[in-house]
């Protein structure tokens, strides 16, 4: 009888979301629930950049920015990569990566979460959409 070498057992995935009420004063604890989750990250400081945007998009665009209205950060991490999530109650826009122009005061956030993450993307509808922005690189922690 010989013994056999299994092969190392990957971790999985860690998953976190948290609700938050749709007032724009929840931008901050939705910040603070995303930095202490990534404590020690090397690109804390984009994820953290990248939740702020959407939950601001989403308390601007959407029907979670009006009265009664809430929000949705998840935040997934899976061995190198991290994914920041913001799940809204929807709106008659779709988000998009837009260039603003050289003298508009907003317009940029979507655009700069495409030049600092790994990838992003949406899905949902008028209903409730999901904006998400992943974020790869080693990480020990």
């Known amino acids: 009888m010989s013994l056999t070498t299994l092969p190392p057992v990957q971790p ?3 998953c976190w979301r948290r ?3 749709g007032g724009p004063e929840q931008a901050r ?3 603070r629930f995303v930095g202490c ?3 020690g990250c090397p690109f804390l400081y984009d994820a953290l950049l990248a939740a702020d945007e959407l939950v601001v998009n989403a308390l601007r665009h959407t029907k979670s920015g009006q009265e ?3 929000f949705t950060v998840q935040v997934v991490r899976d061995g190198g990569l991290v994914a920041v999530s913001v799940t809204d109650q929807g709106g008659p826009g779709e988000p998009a990566a837009l260039d603003a122009a050289e003298l508009a005061e907003s ?3 979507l655009r700069t979460i495409s030049l600092t993450a790994a990838s992003w993307g949406w899905h949902g ?3 409730g959409r ?3 922005a992943v974020f790869a690189g080693e990480w020990d922690a």
Do not use: K, Q, Y
């Open 12 to 14: 999985a995935p860690l």
């Open 19 to 21: 609700s938050f009420p």
């Open 29 to 31: 604890n939705a910040r």
């Open 37 to 39: 989750l990534l404590d």
């Open 68 to 70: 009664g209205g809430s």
């Open 107 to 109: 317009g940029r956030g």
């Open 125 to 127: 509808n008028g209903e």
């Open 130 to 132: 999901t904006v998400t």
